[in-house]
């Protein structure tokens, strides 16, 4: 079955104490991306990749870091997690500008 | 980044009452696509639209893209309960950079 797994799906952390969200799809898509979303705000871009070793700033990169050593995985990491932060993350895969594939999400909350 | 525009942000309609979603832009888009939302989940793609003034439909839905290529709708014919949900638009761009609509939240009142 084609999807996008992302873990965990909940979590609730400390400010300042480093974590990282895994995200893996199984399409052998090139393009993956991480995304916030917040009520009233939408969806937003936080980092995209084009491929293995190629990734780029979205539209609210800061606070976050992102790998991508391998074409199926693309972990989100928060070096220093800080309470704005909060919010509910989505990883994606697409194959060009096709439709994107979305991961089941992960509410985190940095109190 | 780019800006689009989606109206109204939240509707309530009585079950069986057609409800529509505009997605607006100040500049052309390359493509735009539909995603849906069910509550507690995440974004679902409905369909892309690429050519000037492209209709198409899905079962009850459909889909607009407008000749001047900076606007869209989405439209759903007499809603039923599982249309539930948030719908977003987005203008997708090679290199996989996404622009999300705000998205339109849509209750049915059964």
């Known amino acids: 079955e084609a999807q996008v797994t992302q873990n965990p799906r909940y979590l609730i952390t400390v400010t300042g104490k480093k974590l990282t969200v895994t995200c893996s799809q199984n399409?052998?898509?090139?393009?993956m991306s991480w995304y916030r979303q917040d009520p009233g705000l939408g969806l937003r871009q936080i980092y995209y990749?084009?491929?293995?070793?190629?990734?780029d700033k979205g539209d609210v990169p800061e606070g976050y870091k992102v790998s991508r050593k391998e074409k199926r995985n693309f972990p989100l990491i928060l070096e220093s997690p800080s309470p704005n932060q909060t919010s509910l993350y989505f990883c994606?895969?697409?194959?060009?500008?096709?439709?994107?594939?979305f991961g089941q999400g992960t509410r985190l909350t940095v109190v | 980044g780019q800006q689009v525009m989606q109206i109204p942000q939240y509707q309530h309609v009585q079950e069986g009452e057609d409800f529509t979603t505009y997605c607006n832009s100040s500049t052309t888009l390359s493509n735009i696509q539909w995603y849906k939302q069910r509550p507690g989940g995440h974004p679902v793609f409905l369909i892309q639209?690429?050519?000037?003034?492209e209709v198409k439909k899905q079962k009850r839905l459909t889909f607009q893209f407008g000749e001047a290529k900076k606007n869209s709708s989405l439209h759903i014919t007499a809603t039923q309960t599982t249309d539930v949900g948030t719908y977003f638009c987005a203008e997708g761009l090679f290199g996989n950079q996404f622009y999300f609509g705000t998205g339109t939240s849509l209750t049915v009142i059964p």
């Open positions: 994606a895969s697409s194959r060009g500008t096709e439709g994107a594939f």
């Open positions: 990749s084009m491929n293995v070793e190629v990734t």
């Open positions: 399409m052998n898509h090139e393009y």
């Open positions: 639209l690429v050519k000037s003034g």
